[in-house]
């Protein structure tokens, strides 16, 4: 069942096009992360199903409502913002009361029953012996625990997350993402995740909306927009290092570094794709060695392979080898639109 | 030679170049602020007067002589009584018109323009425009509330047909509180506004998506969180209204009787027009301890409850 029905949703300041026809549906206790370069309208599109911005056109639907034109307090979502944006001037349990507090009303339910609600929010999110503190008293980890309960102490249809993680330093931000994505399964919470961060999505993501200049541009399982991009630039955007990117006659065909490997290391050289390989440089980075150099035929276009360090063989600056490509592993694109192609398609005639 | 040399130019020097830019201000409070400080202090204790200018120490004679002085603690309590009331309204106009005029609707800025100019206004010159709106006979206040009957002969408020807004005691007391209300606001309202405006957008939209209507977005996000900023308004227009003299002098001369004397206007009629300069240099250091506390408590209650 779909949560969040989203069709046509545009949002346009002045001349500048952030969100540009969006349709999507998200369903029921799905970790949908949306990713993308800054600037690409995942954040915007984001506000406006917080309710935050009002679409230019388009329509958002949350459990079968149309919620387009309601405010934020209708809508039964709540957000979790970069910042954590904790009233710092409340201690922690009148952080997590205040949306209860703000629908106490309309809701009909007493002062005992909203403690209730937050000791428990609190008790699942490990955070309840610091419900007198301050946020200024708080770690980055802890601020992050306190904004996520209080996203969840009002059990919203849509959980919304906007980059909460970027805040938490390199080694926080594995054991979040961890604790996250556990929360998330075992409340079984719809989230939608905004992020700029491709190992995030990789690591958090059920479903993965890629997004650039406003547009959609696939929608997949990770591993599904790793293996399989719809465009050149889903194909360029993830991976690091990212896709070599060559020009051929009437299109241009890529393959990610590490499926870039000496010929020996192919088990089957008819199943692929063989190269000149020029090396200029050599990184070794531990488990992999990172080659730089370039493909005969193609001098002025950088192409990187990523060979695992424990395959033994040498390779040595300004050497000259041959390397192979799987034919699956290779991806052909429209030189004009960036679109995939098929082989046959691009015309390629390989050796 | 070596002021030639290339990197060396005498603005590139750093001791220089802050002592430069260092000298307005230290001039200013110099010149202006410590120097009429210190010659104050020096006239309250001597007896010196704009007849006879020689400096002879007398002690706290000065001093004492102001405190029996039944005149001098009418005006004393006048003048924290009009501080103190002023300041109520001005937080409530100024908290208002804040909100109002962070908020988005066409024709803000020449609102805004048209808002600020009582503060802009030389005090002088508004005071004058105040005489007339106030005035005894001419007051258009007046004949505007004779136009809707609330004056003349059988009036609502009166059956004269005039208010006397200067010259009646209690309604004296009301025009000067008011005009200085009328002054001070849009200070205070300026300062708060850079207040609101400082508290995050995250905040806010936070509170929005929390569920959170207009009122306890005010009362339990905004109002809070500018709370420092607040005092340090309520502190700035306290203090210039506890020393200012203009508004009395022009509208009223502290009259009728001695209804609306202050503490600035009494310092200087008997300072400067009665011509004993040392009771008038006393007269105006009593108000010194009593700002110097209130500025202390205020600054370090502003510091304590500013969160982050």
């Keep these: 069942m779909s949560v969040v029905q989203i069709s046509g949703l545009k949002k346009y300041f002045d001349a500048v096009h952030a969100v540009d026809g969006v349709d999507l549906s998200i369903q029921q206790g799905e970790f949908l992360v949306i990713l993308g370069p800054s600037g690409c309208g995942k954040t915007t599109l984001m506000r406006m199903i917080a309710g935050l911005e009002k679409p230019t056109a388009g329509s958002i639907h949350i459990d079968g409502a149309d919620v387009t034109e309601l405010p934020p307090r209708k809508r039964g979502v709540s957000m979790v913002f970069q910042s954590y944006a904790l009233y710092p001037h409340m201690n922690v349990y009148n952080n997590i009361a205040f949306p209860l507090k703000a629908q106490r009303r309309e809701k009909k339910f007493d002062k005992a029953t909203m403690r209730g609600k937050v000791e428990n929010i609190a008790k699942l999110l490990e955070i309840d012996e610091l419900l007198d503190r301050r946020p200024r008293q708080l770690s980055g980890g802890q601020r992050q625990r306190v904004a996520i309960a209080r996203a969840m102490v009002t059990q919203p249809a849509v959980l919304l997350l906007d980059e909460p993680l970027s805040n938490l330093d390199a080694k926080l931000r594995a054991n979040a993402r961890d604790e996250l994505k556990d929360f998330q399964r075992s409340s079984n919470i719809t989230a939608v995740f905004v992020t700029h961060d491709q190992i995030e999505a990789m690591g958090l993501g059920d479903r993965i909306v890629v997004m650039e200049k406003g547009k959609i541009q696939q929608i997949g399982t990770p591993q599904r927009i790793y293996d399989d991009p719809a465009n050149e630039f889903v194909a360029t955007f993830l991976g690091s290092p990212s896709m070599n990117i060559l020009r051929a006659q009437g299109h241009r065909f890529g393959f990610r570094p590490e499926h870039f490997l000496p010929k020996t290391l192919h088990d089957n050289p008819a199943n692929s794709v063989s190269f000149h390989y020029f090396v200029k440089r050599v990184e070794y980075l531990g488990s992999d060695r990172l080659v730089y150099g370039y493909v005969g035929g193609h001098e002025n276009e950088l192409t990187l392979a990523k060979v695992p360090s424990n395959v033994r063989v040498s390779l040595d600056i300004e050497g000259e080898y041959e390397f192979a490509v799987h034919h699956d592993n290779i991806k052909y694109f429209d030189e004009a639109s960036g679109e995939r192609v098929e082989a046959q398609v691009a015309g390629a005639a390989w050796r | ?308």
């Design chain 2, 1 to 308: 030679m070596k002021l030639l040399r290339l990197g060396n130019f005498p603005l590139d020097n750093r001791r220089l170049i802050g002592a430069l830019f260092l000298t307005p201000a230290l001039l200013y409070i110099v010149l202006l602020v410590g120097f009429p400080f210190l010659l104050s202090i020096a006239f309250g204790f001597s007896d010196v007067t704009v007849g006879n200018t020689d400096l002879s120490f007398v002690g706290f004679r000065n001093f004492l002589a102001v405190w029996e002085n039944d005149i001098f603690r009418q005006v004393f309590e006048t003048t924290i009584r009009f501080t103190l009331i002023s300041q109520v309204f001005i937080l409530i106009f100024a908290n208002i018109l804040a909100v109002i005029f962070t908020q988005e609707f066409t024709g803000k800025w020449f609102a805004r323009f048209i808002f600020i100019l009582p503060w802009a206004t030389p005090v002088s010159l508004a005071m004058i425009g105040w005489l007339w709106m106030l005035d005894t006979k001419y007051s258009p206040i007046d004949y505007l509330l004779l136009q809707l009957g609330f004056l003349g002969r059988g009036g609502l408020l009166s059956d004269n047909r005039n208010l006397f807004w200067l010259a009646a005691p209690d309604l004296a007391q009301i025009s000067v509180i008011f005009v200085q209300v009328w002054r001070m606001t849009p200070l205070a309202t300026v300062i708060l506004m850079a207040g609101l405006s400082s508290i995050p957008t995250d905040i806010l939209d936070q509170a929005e998506v929390d569920g959170s209507r207009f009122m306890r977005t005010l009362l339990q996000i905004k109002l809070p969180l500018i709370l420092p900023i607040m005092v340090i308004a309520l502190l700035f227009s306290m203090i210039t209204m506890f020393g200012d003299m203009t508004v009395v002098y022009v509208l009223t001369r502290g009259g009728p009787v001695d209804y609306t004397r202050v503490l600035g206007l009494y310092s200087f009629q008997v300072g400067i027009e009665g011509g004993n300069l040392a009771q008038g240099a006393a007269i105006s250091l009593f108000a010194f301890p009593l700002l110097l506390a209130m500025a202390i408590f205020m600054l370090r209650t502003a510091s304590r409850a500013e969160v982050r």
